[in-house]
T-cell receptor, first 117, second 115 residues
Framework: AQSVTQLDSQVPVFEEAPVELRCNYSSSVSVYLFWYVQYPNQGLQLLLKYLSGSTLVESINGFEAEFNKSQTSFHLRKPSVHISDTAEYFC???????????????FGRGTQLTVWP | DGGITQSPKYLFRKEGQNVTLSCEQNLNHDAMYWYRQDPGQGLRLIYY???????QKGDIAEGYSVSREKKESFPLTVTSAQKNPTAFYLC??????????????FGPGTRLTVL
């Protein structure tokens, strides 16, 4: 079975500081990787995704994530955070070759990022 | 505007009552999903459907039921058999069926509280 581990449930940082949200997964097959962001009392929005090609992917608002196959990780980083980045972030994976469960997403438990002024 | 709508946003029910949460999408997606979100537990899959008139149980289907009579609609019924139904419920849809890559689009959620 697929599993996704987000190592930190809470990450507090000051504005303009760098941040890294960690995500590790386990899978015996190829995977696609996603980061979603959730603001309070809202649904999830896709932040970025890794499908193939370059292992470094970027979002339009300055986040980036790097796929590391040997370490089975997909950590999310931002060099300088803003107060508006305060939200919960979810890492998710989907795996190939699983028949009717193709396309199913497996989510981590989430990391609450809080940016202080 | 294309998207996913869920109604109502807030829902209260008494113990022992069944309640149905609505989910509608106009993205022309084949696949639809229901998740339950509890603090600190992430999203857990309740049911999903890859095509009209067909659906599969997810990880926590007990106490829930669904139907998929139309492509656009995937209502979720929380029955009285669900022991702890208070949670935030999220509906999603995805365009890729039968492929590993499946970007899912989420609705705004329904917060259910059992009194």
């Amino acid at each position: 079975a697929q599993s996704v581990t987000q190592l930190d449930s809470q990450v507090p940082v000051f504005e303009e500081a760098p941040v890294e949200l960690r995500c590790n997964y386990s899978s015996s097959v190829s995977v696609y990787l996603f980061w979603y962001v959730q603001y309070p009392n809202q649904g999830l929005q896709l932040l970025l995704k890794y499908l193939s090609g370059s292992t470094l992917v970027e979002s339009i608002n300055g986040f980036e994530a790097e796929f590391n196959k040997s370490q089975t990780s997909f950590h999310l980083r931002k060099p300088s955070v803003h107060i508006s980045d305060t939200a919960e972030y979810f890492c998710a994976v989907s795996e190939a070759g699983r028949g009717s469960t193709l396309g199913r997403l497996y989510f981590g438990r989430g990391t609450q990022l809080t940016v202080w002024p | 505007d294309g998207g996913i709508t869920q109604s109502p946003k807030y829902l209260f029910r008494k113990e022992g009552q069944n309640v149905t949460l609505s989910c509608e999408q106009n993205l022309n997606h084949d696949a639809m999903y229901w998740y339950r979100q509890d603090p600190g537990q992430g999203l857990r899959l309740i049911y999903y459907s890859q095509i009209v008139n067909d659906f599969q149980k997810g990880d926590i289907a007990e106490g829930y039921s669904v139907s998929r009579e139309k492509k656009e609609s995937f209502p979720l019924t929380v029955t009285s058999a669900q022991k702890n139904p208070t949670a935030f419920y999220l509906c999603a849809s995805g365009s890729e069926v039968g492929r590993a890559y499946n970007e899912q689009f989420f609705g705004p959620g329904t917060r259910l509280t059992v009194l």
